[in-house]
């Protein structure tokens, strides 16, 4: 079926960085545009990024810009989100979501839960 | 930069009554890009609603959508218990962003 399955979060430090990845299966990955979607704890949803099927249009939030890079390996199935200068604000969970157009965000992952503190 | 506001921001009704959600933007934009979704605790968003009336997979049709321009409703008929959790509205007609509402809670009176 399709399905969507991040993995990289964890606990790091203010500044420093991680990589975020999702695999994906069940569909034609190349095919769709994907996001990342974050929720801070007890907050509501964030934009954070997408990236085109080719990976040639890119975009960010204000919030992250300059700080994390969102790029993907069609040959893999797979969605990445590199995280640096992290800071105590970033703290969520991050959501890899299929994109598609005339529908949305129609397929999501469990998530990846990042955690920046000292 | 579209800014959505949803409202009310918590909603305490009981099972079996109608809810009326509402998501406001700051300007218009194609009703072909709003969507809704719903999220339970501890789990993911799932897609309700998308171009602003059409039901995505599997959405029961007690849950309907509605609207133009800046005001979009979602409407929910005889809550079910299962039905009880947070509402996000979202444009997504960007580029660049894709914007959501703050959220509704549909919470149990």
């Known amino acids: 079926q399709v399905q969507l399955v991040e993995s990289g979060g964890g606990l790091v430090k203010p500044g420093g960085s991680l990589r975020l990845s999702c695999a994906a299966s069940?569909?034609?990955?190349?095919?769709?545009?994907m996001t990342w979607v974050r929720q801070a704890p007890g907050k509501g949803l964030e934009w954070v990024s997408y990236?085109?099927?080719?990976?040639?249009?890119?975009y960010y939030a204000d919030s992250v810009k300059g700080r994390f890079t969102i790029s993907r390996d069609n040959a893999k199935d797979s969605l990445y989100l590199q995280l640096n200068s992290l800071r105590a604000e970033d703290t969520a969970v991050y959501y890899c979501?299929?994109?598609?157009?005339?529908?949305?965000?129609?397929?999501w992952g469990q998530g990846t839960t990042v955690t920046v503190s000292s | 930069e579209i800014v959505l506001t949803q409202s009310p921001g918590t909603l305490s009704l009981s099972p079996g009554e109608g809810a009326s959600l509402s998501c406001r933007g700051s300007?218009?934009?194609?009703?072909?890009?709003l969507a809704w979704y719903q999220q339970k605790p501890g789990q993911p968003p799932r897609l309700l609603i998308y171009?602003?009336?059409s039901r995505a997979t599997g959405i029961p049709d007690r849950f309907s959508g509605s609207g133009s321009g800046t005001d979009f409703t979602l409407n929910i008929t005889r809550l079910e218990p299962e039905d009880f959790a947070v509402y996000y509205c979202?444009?997504?007609?960007?580029?660049?962003?894709?914007?959501f509402g703050g959220g509704t809670r549909v919470e149990i009176k």
């Open positions: 069940g569909f034609t990955f190349s095919d769709y545009y």
């Open positions: 171009g602003a009336s």
């Open positions: 979501v299929r994109f598609w157009r005339p529908y949305g965000l129609d397929v």
């Open positions: 300007q218009s934009f194609s009703s072909n890009y």
């Open positions: 990236i085109s099927s080719s990976g040639s249009t890119i």
């Open positions: 979202q444009q997504y007609g960007g580029p660049p962003r894709l914007t």
